[in-house]
């Protein structure tokens, strides 16, 4: 007796296996692979689409991931967003700006370092580098590499110890020393005059952004460095914590745009196991899985902490932000 196995494939059905007990499989439903058209005119949305009906490796999980955040978008799901800090410090910064600007997700979960990058490269600029380098000549030159970023020491903790000792001084003297990682980072998104800022629109639009670990990175070493000489101040993360389940257990619907892995990626599934796990999910990472780690783990993983919903619409992508994100947020746009 033959058995019927439907390969789901989220929102797109690719094609029906049929399986005997020999375990022999055999196509009962087609779609053909289409080649990709490109021309002068083709824009970026136009050649996503493009790529779901191509059927081609990574090109089709593009494609199948756009489809998946289009509709999360455009119904009703609450909408996160996590990423670590090291695309911040690259020209994708300017695409998460945008996502932040016109108000795609209504909750951000990342690291500290996204708060140096972004509050840093208001002030000074960074660097085209290289990955083949002698990092000793770098060091005794003051110059931190983060990749093939260059970054002198006077862009990274000079600068932000320079301006966020006296931002905070003020901070603290219009609203008390009492805040959430999302009450402070509000605060100096406020204070900047710069359009090109995640921080910025994140305060102008009132999206929240917690930050979990806040105290690994240069803007959690000012806030310690602050609080030397005023013990009062402090950051509440129990705060951060009863907004993120006020916000998980009043979602009906939730997705997520996951990109890389770590503290941020985890308390986004964390939280939503909460409320039976994310409806929709894309994980973007360029980890494996063999190894055991959550970086690594694709999304069927979460399936079985119950993190993601078994019915989810989910797609994992194997590959570099920085390629990736302009073609699935830049499709948005």
């Not at 060091?139 to 932000?160: A, C, K, W």
């Not at 917690?210 to 705060?239: E, R």
């Not at 063999?290 to 069927?300: P, W």
Request: aromatic share 10%; with cysteine; charged share 25%.
């Amino acid at each position: 007796m033959l058995n019927v196995i439907q390969a789901k494939y989220h929102i797109h059905k690719s094609f029906i296996l049929v399986s005997d007990s020999n375990k022999n499989m055999t196509m009962k439903e087609r779609k053909k692979v289409e080649d990709l058209e490109i021309d002068g005119t083709t824009d970026i949305s136009e050649l996503v689409s493009q790529f779901f009906d191509s059927g081609g490796f990574v090109a089709k999980k593009i494609g199948l991931s756009a489809k998946i955040l289009e509709d999360m978008i455009n119904t009703d799901h609450t909408k996160f967003l996590s990423f670590p800090a090291c695309i911040i410090s690259t020209g994708t910064r300017g695409i998460i700006k945008e996502a932040v600007k016109r108000e795609l997700f209504d909750v951000i979960i990342t690291t500290c370092g996204t708060l140096d990058h972004d509050l840093a490269r208001v002030w000074e600029d960074y660097h085209h580098g290289r990955f083949q380098v002698d990092d000793k000549e770098l060091h005794q030159m003051d110059v931190n590499r983060l990749g093939n970023i260059f970054i002198p020491n006077s862009s990274y903790g000079e600068v932000l110890e320079k301006k966020m000792q006296p931002i905070l001084e003020e901070i603290v003297k219009e609203n008390g020393p009492k805040f959430s990682t999302k009450e402070i980072i509000w605060e100096f998104g406020k204070r900047i005059e710069d359009e090109d800022s995640i921080l910025y629109w994140a305060a102008e639009n009132e999206i929240p952004i917690y930050v979990p670990g806040i105290t690994d990175g240069a803007f959690g070493f000012q806030l310690w460095m602050y609080w030397q000489n005023d013990k009062d101040f402090n950051i509440d993360l129990m705060k951060d914590q009863k907004e993120l389940s006020d916000i998980i257990f009043s979602a009906e619907k939730s997705g997520a745009l996951i990109v890389g892995g770590g503290i941020s990626k985890h308390h986004t599934i964390w939280w939503n196991q909460f409320k039976g796990g994310l409806d929709k999910a894309v994980y973007v990472t360029t980890a494996v899985e063999y190894d055991g780690s959550l970086s690594g783990a694709k999304a069927e993983e979460a399936i079985s902490w119950g993190k993601i919903s078994e019915e989810a619409d989910h797609c994992t992508i194997h590959g570099d932000a920085t390629v990736i994100l302009p073609l699935l947020l830049g499709s948005m746009f």
